[in-house]
């Protein structure tokens, strides 16, 4: 069984997909950008760009009635390497061990000229 997970506490998708498909016992969230879902717009700095990506990932995941303790994949998409310290330190703040699994891959350009792109697949048994 397949179903849709939509949330007004993440960014609308920008395009054909959905937020997050939930697959069985799996939530398979789309990639997310730092838009702030309250005023729609994308926020500044690496730092503001991760956290906003990280939330927006947890509304979502709460909306399908999961957490970050229940994600098995992170892939995160930086726009430049040199952030990589700064991304990993964040992204480590909002997790707890046994960490998920995690590729990490720097891109040439992300929508909307964002620094950073997240998606997580969970496990929700």
């Known amino acids: 069984m397949v179903k849709e997970i939509h949330t007004k506490n993440a960014p609308a998708a920008i395009g ?35 956290e906003q990506v990280l939330k927006n990932l947890k509304a979502i995941l709460n909306e399908a009635g999961a957490d970050f303790s229940q994600v098995v994949k992170f892939t995160i998409f930086v726009a430049n390497m040199d952030h990589f310290a700064t991304v990993n330190e964040i992204y480590g703040s909002f997790l707890e061990k046994p960490y998920p699994a995690r590729a990490t891959v720097e891109v040439s350009r992300l929508p909307k000229d964002v620094l950073v792109e997240m998606d997580v697949v969970a496990y929700t048994k």
């Open 16 to 50: 054909p997909y959905s937020q997050a498909i939930q697959a069985g016992d799996f939530v398979y969230v789309s990639g997310q950008i730092p838009i702030n879902p309250e005023t729609g717009e994308v926020v500044e700095g690496i730092e503001k760009q991760t």
